[in-house]
């Protein structure tokens, strides 16, 4: 039998398994809006409009996430209630249920699990399974407003939240015991927050972005927001170079900003589609410390065994 060369063997394998991801299916790096009257507007990087979704709810539509499977679930607040859309943006009905007040933020941990945030009544965050069936009930002894906006750390154990105050506080995701702030009263009115992979934090703050460091320090506020009168969602881009932040105000302004650097990369206002604020940012294939990646149709990998050649790992596109 011939002998096939190693690169020719790789390079069959790697063509057997590319595909381009179904029509209609959410891309990496499109940009999803919480627009208000329960709906999110999908954008493509470059602010051209792609697609409405509807929850048939009348609620504000505030943090979304997407699960390894690709589904979008959004927080709808005043509705009490949390609606998941398939890749293509099926609405697939809720998920979950015993919002007390206001469920304002969502994400997915490593096995699959959601935690939300509420930004009223027992301030609660919620645990549920991939089904939708609670877990646990997690209470903090401290609050601004409530646990409006969440994030969890990458092993899994503790969870960082901002209710609209200057500190940002964490929580025990496994006991649920309140744990040290991770700082202290040096925000302005701080919304979403995204943990980085230094164990910093970027924090949309009403009229600026802040980054922190790994122990809780400034060390630097993003400005230049032409127009936007109050900085309240907040995501990373898959790039992992960039982040995205928008306006609930007037303005309806999204923009995509540069973390070294702070330049604006691109900015629009979602006005120009009928939507009536900014109140979530998710972008698809979003870095999440914590969580499962996103649902990100690439990078994935392929682990084939070939008689005579052993393990050889692909990297492919995911194909739905």
Known sequence: MKKVPFS??????????????????????????????????????????????????SSETTGMAFDASGNLYSTNFQANAIVKFDGSGNNLGTFGSGFNAHPESILFDKSG?????????????????SNGSLLKTITPTSVDRGTDWIDLSADQTTLYYAGEGPTI???????????????TGKGSQQFALRLL???????ANGSNVLRYDSSGNIIKTYTGFTGASELFAL???????????????????VFRVDIATGDILTHWAASKDGASEVAGV??????TQGGPGGGVPEPGTILLTISGLGALVFKRKFCR
């Open 8 to 57: 020719a063997v790789a390079i069959l394998a790697c063509a057997a398994f590319t595909c381009s991801p179904a029509a209609g299916d959410f891309v990496k790096g499109e940009v999803f809006v919480g627009a208000g009257s329960g709906q999110v507007f999908v954008y493509s990087p470059t602010g051209d409009l792609l697609q409405k979704l509807s929850s048939g709810l």
């Open 197 to 203: 992979s230094d164990g910093g934090i970027l924090v």
């Open 235 to 253: 995501n990373l881009d898959p790039d992992g170079k960039s982040f995205w932040t928008g306006d609930i105000g007037g303005s309806t302004q």
């Open 169 to 183: 506080r964490t929580i025990s995701a496994v006991t649920g015991l309140q744990g040290p702030d991770f700082e």
């Open 282 to 287: 998710a972008v698809f294939g979003e870095i």
């Open 113 to 129: 699990n959601a935690f939300v945030g509420q930004a009223d009544g027992t301030h609660s965050i919620l645990k549920f399974d």
